[in-house]
């Protein structure tokens, strides 16, 4: 099962990353549906856990952070995960570790150290 990749929104705003996970669920969804091998009450968890997960007014955080979670019960989920991890990983992963070694190089270690925290504790979480 594939993800619209090539349809990817501009990751930095929460609204449209929201749009694009609920969006790709629905793809996944009706796939599911039109397949016929998914019992009816599994299809219905998934948009279940996907409305609990991703809620509009979250930022782009806690959005990341739940948009991982997707398929923790559902692999059928875990194509959208990919693309959700591997975007993370190429635009703010690495934006991170660019600040961070500027940060040391401006002898801010502290900031630096706090940096590495964030990125670190949401690859542990995921």
Do not use: H
């Not at 609920?22 to 856990?49: H, P, V």
């Not at 989920?77 to 660019?98: F, G, H, Q």
């Amino acid at each position: 099962m594939t993800t619209s990749q090539d349809q990817l929104p501009n990751l930095s705003q929460a609204e449209d990353f929201r749009k694009f996970v609920e969006i790709e669920t629905l793809r996944i969804i009706k796939k599911l549906a039109e397949e016929g091998k998914t019992e009816k009450e599994r299809i219905q968890a998934i948009a279940k856990r996907t409305l609990d997960l991703i809620k509009p007014g979250m930022n782009l955080e806690e959005l990341y952070t739940n948009a991982v979670k997707l398929d923790d019960n559902f692999s059928e989920m875990a194509p959208l995960v990919y693309v959700i991890m591997r975007e993370y990983e190429e635009k703010y992963e690495k934006k991170a570790l660019e600040s961070v070694s500027l940060l040391i190089k401006a002898g801010q270690f502290d900031q630096a150290q706090e940096m590495v925290k964030k990125v670190l504790s949401f690859k542990i979480q995921n």
